[in-house]
């Protein structure tokens, strides 16, 4: 668009037009994301090539456009003059702190389908903020029509050395290399390759051939996709058609996959969900997060939702009271493995190995309440999420978090946000991480001065260990730790004292 043909917008006055762009960078989503035919559309999956503790295949999906996420993009795209403008006021309004300006991410926990997150406020690129709202939700897909692809992606064959933490790990995922802006489209040269467990991709691959026998024996519906040859994946197979690596500048901006452009009459207007499939994007990660932030709230919804966003049904009670202990739990209320649409025989779905089947056996009247009642609340898996993911994070305060199968992600919480708060259905303390927990300070006798924990005695003892021949990388994640949040302000220099 000319800049002589843009909106009326820039014939305002400067007065009326000032407070047009500042709303617009202070509005968000107004309403949350659902699970939807349009979200789904919407929707590319990520290629592990990150994290050799886990599949190569996810059932993490990001969105294909690059730059929805910031708020007044449409008004940077307008014209040269009002791009300026947002630019100006973001830095003077926004960045300043002169006016406030919510991060807030959305996780959606499809049970047995994935993880779908979308930014609902995302005003500007930033380097460190106040406050980062992240909401988990889960979502029950019902009978809504979900890609064969995307459910059999999510079927983890049940075997000896099957995967496990499966569902925490694209939790953790969501709420650290997405949420702090750690994927990038391209291999940083100073982290190391690697190979992920390549069982489910090469099922993926098995998958794909069946479905196109199929289409040919049945004769195909809609134009066959040409298979895309000219990228290999990190594992040396070919990544599903209109796959696309993003080329730019910089870091920041390799966060989200672009668009890729359909010629017309290639594909029909109309697109098959059941026949859908996603674009798969490798994803790789940074060596650090993008930016940092003082505190992260995690909000875990309380009820669970259904795929309009409303609340799910809550289990009829008798008389007005929920059934006994021993009456036991209607059908269908907690969906069982076996009472699932997509159950199939030596297979277990996605989210399962977090919600497992429920059990009243060997338990005590006490607990048997206890659950009962979180069951007729309409709470009992949204208290499962919320005490499984703060145990999780509690792992921050170990000093082995190094071992843990989540130590990427504990590490970029641990380096990247000052105090971590949570709210939700279960019964845990506000503030699970504190801007300088005790179990960060560490001291011992190879230390050369007994005094507070100064820059250049970390850069000391740092030196000193790294030149060891075996280091302990126990005190080296420490010192690092320490020295990084010292650096962000959130330990000051009289907070840590050595003992010796």
């Known amino acids: 668009m000319s800049e002589t043909g843009t909106s009326r917008l820039v014939d305002l006055p400067w007065e009326v037009r000032r407070p047009i762009i500042v709303?617009?960078?202070?509005?968000?989503?107004?309403?949350?994301?659902?699970?939807?035919?349009?979200?789904?559309?919407?929707?590319v999956r990520l290629r592990n090539c990150f994290d050799a503790n886990f599949p190569e295949v996810t059932n993490f999906y990001v969105p294909r456009y690059k730059y929805r996420r910031l708020h007044g993009h449409g008004l940077r795209a307008t014209n040269r003059q009002l791009r300026h403008e947002t630019d100006l006021l973001v830095e003077e309004q926004l960045q300043s702190g002169r006016l406030e300006a919510p991060f807030v991410l959305d996780v959606m926990l499809v049970r047995e389908i994935g993880v779908f997150q979308s930014w609902v406020s995302f005003p500007y690129i930033p380097e460190h903020i106040k406050k980062l709202v992240i909401n988990l939700r889960i979502v029950r897909p019902e009978m809504t029509t979900v890609p064969d692809e995307w459910v059999e992606m999510a079927s983890y064959r049940k075997r000896e050395d099957a995967p496990t933490q499966i569902t925490s790990w694209h939790l953790f995922m969501a709420i650290t290399y997405y949420a702090l802006g750690c994927f990038s489209v391209k291999q940083d040269p100073l982290l190391p390759r690697v190979q992920p467990d390549s069982q489910p991709a090469t099922r993926q691959r098995e998958l794909l051939a069946e479905r196109e026998r199929a289409c040919t024996c049945a004769g195909p519906s809609v134009p066959a996709r040409p298979e895309n040859t000219s990228q290999k994946a990190i594992t040396g197979t070919s990544p599903p058609i209109r796959t696309k690596l993003i080329k730019c500048k910089g870091t920041k901006c390799k966060q989200l996959p672009l668009r890729i452009p359909k010629k017309r009459g290639q594909w029909p207007k109309r697109m098959d969900i059941i026949a859908h499939q996603s674009d798969t994007f490798n994803a790789y990660r940074l060596s650090s997060a993008s930016y940092v932030t003082d505190e992260l709230f995690l909000n875990f919804a309380r009820v669970e939702y259904d795929v309009n966003n409303e609340p799910v049904s809550?289990?009829?009670?008798?008389?007005?009271k929920r059934p006994g202990p021993w009456n036991g739990i209607p059908p269908g209320v907690l969906e069982t493995c076996q009472e699932s649409r997509f159950y199939k025989e030596g297979y277990t779905q996605f989210s399962r190995d977090f919600f497992q089947d429920y059990s009243y056996y060997c338990m005590d009247l006490t607990d048997l309440d206890d659950d009962l009642q979180l069951i007729y609340e309409g709470q009992y898996f949204t208290a499962h999420l919320h005490e499984h993911s703060t145990e999780n994070i509690y792992g921050l305060r170990s000093p082995k978090i190094y071992e843990s199968r989540l130590a990427l992600y504990l590490q970029v919480l641990a380096h990247s946000i000052g105090t971590i708060t949570q709210a939700?259905?279960?019964k845990a303390w506000d503030h699970l991480i504190i801007q300088c927990p005790i179990e960060w300070l560490y001291s011992d006798v190879r230390w050369e001065d007994e005094s507070e924990y100064t820059d250049q005695i970390i850069e000391q003892n740092l030196a000193k260990e790294l030149a060891r021949g075996s280091p302990d990388e126990e005190h080296i994640l420490r010192l690092r730790i320490i020295q990084s949040r010292k650096a962000h302000g959130w330990i000051n220099e009289g907070d840590i004292l050595t003992h010796g």
């Open 23 to 43: 709303d617009v960078l202070q509005s968000g989503r107004s309403k949350l994301p659902s699970f939807s035919p349009k979200l789904i559309k919407s929707r």
């Open 314 to 320: 809550l289990p009829a009670k008798i008389n007005g």
């Open 424 to 426: 939700g259905p279960w």
